[in-house]
């Protein structure tokens, strides 16, 4: 029976991490129509960006985790510009180039860091490390848990709330009339992305303290994230946790009572069933 | 003349005048440069070496301390003059190619150097999984390659004639740590094995499980699973069973991910056994204090051997001209890629062969390798000629290393001892709170 629970627990602590990384990437898709390839990369680089803080200022690496968010804040504002640019509607096929460009801007991150750090992995440390509570919790994980499902209810709080996340929720369901309501479409993108990074970001600095780091991380997250937005329904934020719980147990029970082998074939077969029956997402609220 | 000016005459009735005769000039221009090119590659005085391994990819790690380890020796034998053969010294030249850590993508791109580029012979993959892609390439068109890294006895099965390997496989080496632990007190009653899904991490594996049911342990689990897995689902079920010794086969990565999954899940074996990884200076340097201290591993090659020969000097020397060059401490796959060099060496200097070698030397090159029995700084290097090891360098014995606060020592046997085993390994909260 501990077994069982354990495994329960470790499913669930597994898919809350997720839910950072997808949430983000969901409300882009939803906001901005923009599939962005590069969701890997800004969790390698929120990694990176708390490890090199690590090894520099010699501090726990959760102490970077507001510190990732408002830098990559910065970065995906300054971006999303020529995103935009890419992805507006006088380009052929916007959808398409948004996501060619979003594969360059991954291929480039990668590469880059390839370059510059080299290949061997690394490893980030935190206090929490070796803390494990009863039935053996990860301390680790269980913080990771409890941060991303906080900061993904803020962030869902923010959108359904304020003003502004009103009027992101209106340019996502409709761009054109949301502009003519007078809703700035263009800096709201920025916002949006801008959002999306930090908190893409933050979920690098929480995947990089539980697993080893290196410049070639990314893909599997592009994989995850893909996977819990198109389950949880595109553009659905709030699917976004029932996917992922679901991903993370999946997991875990594969591993434990199949064979681990089988994780991803059955996490992908969930994805095909589900796409066939309820194409709208697994609550049936996507796009 | 006349048949030009009829071209000419031609090409002006289809296409005018100017473009007419700017195809001509163009075809005219390519013959030359084709004549030329052909002319160049005929008269070579260098022996030109195809380096196919993985520059990118997840084995982009391994790949690149295999490009160290061959360049090296390019390095240390261009610095002497080159290759002597036959009274004259012929230097080498490398040419790379990047096998995308993809067999396939190993397979067209050592296909490329063979047609294209006209390599002499071939210095292989880091990887098993690469290497059982290249070998049938080197086979159709009759090209040696010794390869300094591939540790999977699926690679010997096959009994390719133009593929060598100058480590010895996993299924040989494998056997060293788990026996030696069994000899430790308290002795060990059981073992639990993880293999990650590639053939050399499997092949370890099996190694570890094959051993430990020699040695009487008793076997817990057997799992192999993804690279890039989350391990603490597979780790809990592994506490549950309390082995004594946790085995895995894997590479840097993936092990770095199951010592911090666990720590995570406060498990702490009297010892934990992985192969392919802590040799590498790299990890020790982020996990050798932390998670990975107390590691044991396998080494078939330590710089503190006494081992010597004339083109490097001692493995002291040899580790040393490495450091200098490269600020890394080598480990036995640098020093295997190096002996690949001198491998081919005594090869060519058998049967004076010169560069460029045309397909009838190089079958004798191949053969000559098969009986070269030389010894070198690395060890000695002395091909199987049959068995399930054909090929592959299998006389060389495996050392059993642990890792010490950072750094690495050998623990076994006791001729090369240089630090007593740290049996059974302290639990991780001890380990992370010395920090």
Redesign the interface.
Known sequence: M??FL??VI??IL?GGIYIVLAAGFSLVFGVLDIIDFAVGEWVMLGAFAAYFGQQYLHVDAFVFLPVVFVAFFALGYAIQPIIFRVVSTKTHLPMLMGLVFTFGLSTLMKGSA?TAW??????L?TFL????LAL?I????LFAFVFAVAATLLFIGFLYRTRTGLAIRAAAQDRDKAALMGVRVKDLASVVYGLYAGMTGMAGVLIGA???L?P??GA?YTTFAFFVVVLGGLGYVPGVFVAAILLGLI???T??YF???Y??LMVFLLLFLVLIIQPKGILGRGT | MNNNATLITSLKTVVGRRPARLAVGLALGLSMLFAFSTAALAARNYYKIGVVTSLSGDYALGGNLTKRGYSTWARAVNAKGGIKVDGKRYKVKLVYADAQSNPKSGADAASRMIQSQEVDFIFGPYSSAVTLGVAPIAEKYQVPMVTGSAESPEIWKHHFNFTFGTIPSVDMTAQAPIKYLTEQSPKPGSIAVIGINDPFSKAAATGFDEAAKKTGLKVDSFDVVPTHSDFSALLSKIKDENPDILAVGGEPQDLIDVLKASASINFSPKAIVMHYGITDAGFRKEVGSTFGNYTIGITDWSPDANLKDDLFGTAKQYAQAFEKHYNLTPDYTTAACSATGEAFTAALQKIGAKPPLSRGQRVKLMKALEGIDIHTFYGPVNFAKSGAHFHDNSELKPMVVQVVDGDKYIISPAKYKQHDVVYPRPPFSKLLNKQ
């Open positions: 501990d077994l354990q495994t470790n499913g597994l390839l080299g290949y061997n992995p690394r490893s440390d490390s070796d803390t494990s053996s990860p301390g680790l994980r539980i697993f080893s290196s070639q991380m599997k997991n875990t029970m591993t434990v064979n681990a082998s994780s991803f």
